[in-house]
């Protein structure tokens, strides 16, 4: 078992939200053991505490949402996709808006930074569940499973017929070196022809070229210049691990997904839930709706960030 970690120190992001468009201030900052990762919304006039917890996912349409109810921040995965490889654990992200900041599209600005302002190891343990029996969730022509392994891997393939896209598969062996090098600089992507549809849909209001991998099936090309050859199918990869991140304990075992996305992959992280919770009772997650989302509270919270 693995000992929990934080960062050392505070790190700021600043840029728009790939929905929104809005411009947004986030900064991430260290928390005690046991806290798990808080998104903390705060306009200066409101400030409302967000666990990141399954129970707080309020949509999985293009992007990963929280919401307590009240407040919503959304697009959180790729963020929390480099807190999961990096192990982070404990972490307060505090945002003046309701989306974490594209930035480049992927997860290496947010990798890079948490780097350069170091990882604290912590005195308390992280919780671990061993897979020993397939674990699965299907919709419709998707599928997601995860097998016993002594470790974490990612077989994924995505399939995007007529497009220049086509299918894509990647095998995946989990290590924070592996993650840098092969899975943080995969950007979002798109094709050119839904520009409309998402736009009409109050969606992508902050796609530009520079943060998102932009294809368009007419003219069967990539529009601006690729990362990686299979650079679409990395990024699904770094969408799982964001989501993955929900998990309140380290995960081993196998997993492979077929044509996967937000939607199931968040059906999955419960299905996983389920399964950990009656394998051990007694570690049962305390998370609800009012509840925080790890093992401990986060009454701190409420006099050190005012
Ligand atoms: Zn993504």
Known sequence: MRKQKTIKGEAIFEGVGL???????????PAPENTGIVFIYNDDKNKEFIPFSV????????????????????????????????????????INGKEVPILDGSAREFVTKILEIGIENQAADKPEFIVITPIWVRLEDKFIVVLPYNGLKINYTISFPNSPIGMQNINFEYSVENYIKNIANARTFGFIEDLDNYTREGLILGANFENVHVFSKKENRCINNSRYDDEP???????????????????????????????IDIAFVKKIMEFYSSAYPERKAKSNKTQPAFYGNFNFLEDSIQ
């Open 233 to 263: 199918v990395r990024h699904k990869v770094l969408d799982l691990m964001g989501a993955l991140a929900l998990l309140p304990f380290e995960l081993k075992g196998y997993i492979i997904s077929y044509r996967g996305g937000h939607h």
């Open 55 to 94: 129970d707080f996912v309020t949509d999985t349409k293009n992007n990963i949402s929280l919401s307590n109810g009240r407040a919503v921040i959304k697009t959180v995965e790729h963020l929390t996709s480099a807190l999961f490889s990096l192990n982070i654990d404990n972490c307060i992200i505090e």
């Open 19 to 29: 929905h929104s468009g809005r411009k947004v201030k986030m900064i991430l900052k």
